[in-house]
Nanobody
Framework: QVQLVESGGGLVQAGGSLRLSCAAS????????MGWFRQAPGKEREFVAA????????SYGNSVKGRFTISRDNAKNTVYLQMNSLQPEDTAVYYC????????????????WGQGTQVTVSS
């Protein structure tokens, strides 16, 4: 069982930056591929980024490539999402998730989910 708690969301102006954190419980964090998804009101859940067990491999959704960076610190059981050049269309609830796959980009490959953190980007 893995419990995930996101933090770091908030209100930011367009062009600004935020760093989300996701703290995981459990002793097997390093055996989970980790990912970030987001969901805006009235829209489907969208893949944002994923990172492999060791952090050696990453994957990004097309809408965030070049602006967002995912990383992890297995010693701290934490995964991060650095978000730069934020735009109003990035406004959404951001969810952290854990997958038993080495790295996963589909939401149904993830077995544990956090409660989400709201990110709002004003124009």
């Amino acid at each position: 069982q893995v419990q995930l708690v996101e933090s770091g969301g908030g209100l930011v102006q367009a062009g600004g930056s935020l760093r989300l954190s996701c703290a995981a419980s459990g002793r097997t964090f390093s055996r989970y591929g980790m990912g970030w998804f987001r969901q805006a009101p009235g829209k489907e859940r969208e893949f944002v980024a994923a990172i492999s067990w060791s952090g050696g491999s990453t994957s990004y959704g097309n809408s965030v490539k070049g602006r967002f960076t995912i990383s992890r610190d297995n010693a701290k059981n934490t995964v991060y999402l650095q978000m730069n050049s934020l735009q109003p269309e990035d406004t959404a609830v951001y969810y952290c998730a854990a997958s038993r796959a080495l790295i996963a980009v589909k939401w149904d490959e993830y077995v544990y989910w956090g409660q989400g953190t709201q990110v709002t980007v004003s124009s």
